[in-house]
């Protein structure tokens, strides 16, 4: 079976959850993830069947760490061919919003990256609203104007034993984004790769 394939990079601060938020999706009936926050590049890949159709699609997913020896090293984890991003934050802890912003900029210098979906997902111990948080609106509303982002409010999973089904909707929604957009940037480079060869 030749199932189609995205790769998702999950960026985030050191200890803010990024790899307990992939292990959640990826393994859903497991217990907490017991990888360090002090790990290398991790990866991990969930076959995804889009509702729709029941196509099953690979969704690979690379954990960049936020701390390295050497500042070179995530520059070379963004040139892999990454379809989407991930920037996980912490509601709780303000200071991962603007780590997030530099994220973001460390990324796009790689021109691979201009202009893929982003997710901006709202971690944190506390399920938080953010729409009514003035203080919160004001830290993410420039991200999402900025990077074009889509908010997916996961804030609170890491008290529960599994993802919640508003969770995993929004989620997988993202997927499909990326899904699409995969498909069409295709589609754009056949028909200029088309032209070229007129």
């Not at 969704?59 to 050497?70: A, C, D, L, N, Y």
């Not at 709780?92 to 979906?117: C, D, K, Y």
Request: hydrophobic share 40%; with cysteine.
């Amino acid at each position: 079976m030749n199932n189609s394939t995205i790769r998702i990079g999950v960026l985030g601060e050191l200890g803010v959850g990024k790899s307990e938020l992939v292990h959640r999706i990826c393994h859903p009936t497991a217990g907490p993830c017991s990888v360090s926050s002090w790990a290398g590049p991790t990866v991990d890949i969930l076959d995804f069947e889009r509702p729709h159709n029941h196509e099953h699609v690979w969704v690979e997913f690379i954990v960049i760490p936020g701390e390295t020896r050497h500042p070179k090293s995530r520059q070379m984890v963004y040139s892999v061919g990454l379809d989407a991003l991930f920037l996980v934050c912490n509601c709780s802890i303000q200071r991962t919003f603007l780590r997030a912003a530099e994220w973001m900029e460390e990324a796009t210098q790689i021109g691979s990256l201009m202009g893929v979906p982003v997710a901006l997902i709202l971690g944190g111990p506390v399920p938080v609203d953010w729409t009514s948080n003035t203080t919160l609106s004001q830290i993410i509303n420039p991200l999402v104007t900025t990077y074009n982002a889509q908010v997916l409010d996961m804030s609170g999973y890491t008290q529960t034993l599994a993802l919640e089904p508003r969770q995993k909707q929004l989620i997988y929604g993202f997927f499909e984004t990326v899904i699409t957009h995969k498909k069409s940037d295709k589609r754009i480079r056949a028909g200029m790769s088309g032209s070229a060869a007129v």
